[in-house]
């Protein structure tokens, strides 16, 4: 039975820094791409990043470019995402995902996610 479970979220200023923590099981965890989403009040879920199998390759939402960096333990089976001077707007749900798949840089999927945590909520206060 594969799980994924999030974990690190919580209450932060703006400004802040978090560190979000996903551990996959019941999967090869190599073998497959993980990605970030998030879901704030109101508006659907979106996508947030993801990396490849190896994780030397990554794709990054607009909105989060430049603030958020996605990496993978492929030993320990957990995906990372460090958010940096996080805003107000960043406020949401975020959710872990896995698709398999070993894509390159050009391949790699917003869509299609077939494994899916709980949910964590984020809240960035101003």
């Known amino acids: 039975q594969v799980q994924v479970v999030e974990s690190g979220g919580g209450l932060v200023q703006a400004g802040g820094s978090l560190r979000l923590s996903c551990a996959a099981s019941g999967l090869t965890f190599n073998r497959y791409a993980m990605a970030w989403f998030r879901q704030s009040p109101g508006k659907e879920r979106e996508f947030v990043a993801t990396i490849n199998w190896s994780g030397e390759s990554t794709l990054y939402a607009d909105s989060v470019k430049g603030r958020f960096t996605i990496s993978r333990d492929n030993a320990k089976n957990t995906l990372f995402l460090q958010m940096n001077s996080l805003k107000p707007e960043d406020t949401a749900v975020y959710y872990c995902?896995?698709?398999?798949?070993?894509?390159?840089?050009?391949?790699?999927?917003?869509?299609?996610?077939?494994?899916w945590g709980q949910g964590m909520t984020v809240t960035v206060s101003s």
């Open positions: 995902a896995a698709r398999e798949g070993r894509y390159s840089t050009a391949q790699l999927p917003r869509l299609g996610y077939v494994f």
